[in-house]
């Protein structure tokens, strides 16, 4: 199938390595535009660790346990409402960099609030207030700056894997930050992602603009809000691949609440250290999956994903420290195969006028409809294993893996590779590369 770069529809081939070669020729990224996206990823990679990672301990120890399902859901709730907005705001009105500079002041100064409200001892509803105010500023801004860094690449497939890479080490090298300050309980490491958030502004400076495309015609109030974005679901195959990743999040949820007391039963101090083995494999799993797009069919590299997704949990299954750490090791592998080539997935076979309001859909279906399904979901299953001595973690781990195994069947049985194009029904003048 010979794909078509139009600018009234989404197309969508059934084999990466076919996507750009017959739309435009491809060079190497010039090393001064690589470095420009290396470091934005790396910075804001930081920014988001020190907040994400801490806060669990943070409110522990200011007296805030009681919100903190709450709190952890406030990007759930977010990821169903910004993302699209903005997104859509992207991809018509204004440029992609501004919208990234001023959602970054208003994360830093948002989560400058929430830890000053912690810090104080204020009532738990204002922290809570502005846990979700920082959600709602913080929740559009990585689909944002991918679609930045997308709008760059001259090869996505080659090239964004190794970019991506430098954002686990920014999250990682944050949360290292914020330990060697001795700031792993403390509203400092909340103080400290503000300030890199406003790096993350000052940043934005130095990067070229990408302009909007210009749209003719009026502009309803559905695409304002981006809900237009939903038209991307009529196809087939888009459908399948938003639905797989949400369906995948959801058991996905129990990795960062679930597997530390794990760890810890099994006698493993340090968790958050044998956490990161998870992110030294995805980095890996991110240099390898250029090598991956250019030999292997989308429908196997998903597949493989998946696959690694069914036997991380059944390793932690069975309940021995050599194994959950195995476990944890192919998290890495499976996030990146499923996650990251889904990213790519999406610039490869939605019209460039779509790609930002495409990575803001991909958003709200995994970090809205998956997380928030997953941490209620996930909360109950745990509840449900709970014994006077303990946790049942062979039944608890082995529910998930059966889980992810369900989501694998589907995306075998559902996805095609091949699909009509949806219509879209706005003519819009896609910007120059």
């Known amino acids: 199938m010979q794909p078509r770069v139009g600018v009234k529809g989404i197309f969508k081939p059934s084999r990466f390595a076919t996507v750009r070669a ?28 020190m907040w994400l990672v801490p806060l669990s301990t943070v409110l522990d120890a200011h007296g805030q346990q009681a919100i903190k399902p709450f709190a952890f859901a406030a990007s759930a709730v977010a990821a169903f409402i910004s993302p699209l907005f903005f997104g859509a705001m992207a991809d018509r009105q204004t440029s992609p960099i501004k919208i990234l500079r001023w959602l970054s002041v208003a994360t830093a100064a948002s989560m400058a609030l929430a830890s000053l ?62 330990s060697a300050l001795n700031a792993d309980a403390s509203p400092r490491a909340g103080y400290n992602g503000a300030l890199t958030w406003l790096v993350v502004t ?59 007391p794990h760890l810890k039963e099994l006698g493993l101090g340090h968790t958050t250290a044998w956490m990161t083995l ?29 696959g690694f997704g069914v036997l991380r949990f059944v390793l932690s299954a069975l309940d021995a420290k050599t194994w959950i750490l195995l476990g944890i090791a192919l998290h890495g592998c499976s996030f990146t195969l499923v996650f990251i080539t889904a990213q790519i997935y999406l610039d490869q076979c939605v019209d460039p006028a779509w790609r930002t309001r495409a990575q803001a859909l991909m958003s709200l279906m995994t970090s809205g409809v ?3 399904i997953g941490y209620l979901g996930v909360g109950a299953w745990f509840t449900a294993n709970a014994r006077p001595a303990g946790e049942n973690w062979p039944v608890f781990w082995s529910g998930l893996a059966v889980s992810v195994a369900a989501v694998l069947a589907y995306f075998l049985l559902a996805y095609q590779g091949k699909g009509a194009r949806p219509a879209i029904t706005k003519s819009v003048t896609a910007p120059a590369s």
């Open 22 to 49: 017959v739309t435009t020729e491809r060079r190497p990224l010039p090393w001064v535009e690589y470095t420009e996206l290396t470091a934005l990823f790396l910075i804001q990679g930081a920014a988001m660790g």
């Open 117 to 178: 409200a912690i810090q104080c001892g204020w009532s738990p509803w204002l922290v809570l207030a502005f846990i979700q105010l920082h959600a709602l500023c913080s929740s559009p801004t990585w689909s944002i700056a991918s679609s930045v860094v997308f709008s760059r690449l001259r090869d996505a497939k080659r090239e964004f894997g190794p970019i991506r890479a430098v954002a686990t080490l920014g999250w990682m090298a944050g949360c290292w930050l914020v």
């Open 202 to 260: 000052a940043f934005t400076f130095l990067l070229p603009e990408v302009n909007a495309p210009q749209v003719t015609g009026k502009t309803t109030l559905r695409e304002r809000l981006g809900l237009d974005a939903l038209t991307l679901l009529k196809n087939h195959d888009h459908r399948v691949v938003f639905i797989t990743a949400a369906l995948f999040n959801i058991p996905l949820a129990a990795f960062y609440p679930y597997t530390p």
């Open 278 to 306: 998870g992110q030294v494999t995805e980095i890996f799993a991110m240099l390898f999956l250029a090598r991956l797009l250019t030999n292997w069919r989308l429908k196997w590299i998903l597949a493989t994903g998946l």
């Open 370 to 372: 998956g997380n928030l």
